[in-house]
Nanobody, 121 residues
Framework: QVQFVESGGGLVQPGGSLRLSCAAS????????MTWYRQGPGKERELVAG????????FYADSVKGRFTISRDDAKNTVYLQMNMLKPEDTAVYYC??????????????WGQGTQVTVSS
């Protein structure tokens, strides 16, 4: 059974940082590209970042380039999203999932519960 458990969200001021974590199970993590999506209030879910199975390729949406960094630890079946210089428009629920590639599309229909990130002063 595929599972994604996201954590690390919270309330942060503009310009601040957060590190999200996602523990995955139920599939061969080390052979899978992993991706982070987000869904802001009243917006569609969008791909934010992705990392290839060997971590030799990373994808970033234009809106987060230079501010977010995706990484993975195959020993822990965990993918991370380091978010720096956060902006109010980064406010969203963040989800991770496995992808066909680092740029998507996703492999599984299942979504975890996500983790809420709120950027506000």
């Amino acid at each position: 059974q595929v599972q994604f458990v996201e954590s690390g969200g919270g309330l942060v001021q503009p310009g601040g940082s957060l590190r999200l974590s996602c523990a995955a199970s139920g599939f061969t993590f080390s052979r899978s590209a992993m991706t982070w999506y987000r869904q802001g209030p009243g917006k569609e879910r969008e791909l934010v970042a992705g990392i290839s199975s060997r971590a030799n390729y990373r994808f970033y949406a234009d809106s987060v380039k230079g501010r977010f960094t995706i990484s993975r630890d195959d020993a822990k079946n965990t993918v991370y999203l380091q978010m720096n210089m956060l902006k109010p428009e980064d406010t969203a629920v963040y989800y991770c999932t496995a992808g066909r590639t680092a740029a998507g599309p996703r492999l599984y229909a299942y979504w975890g519960q996500g983790t809420q990130v709120t950027v506000s002063s």
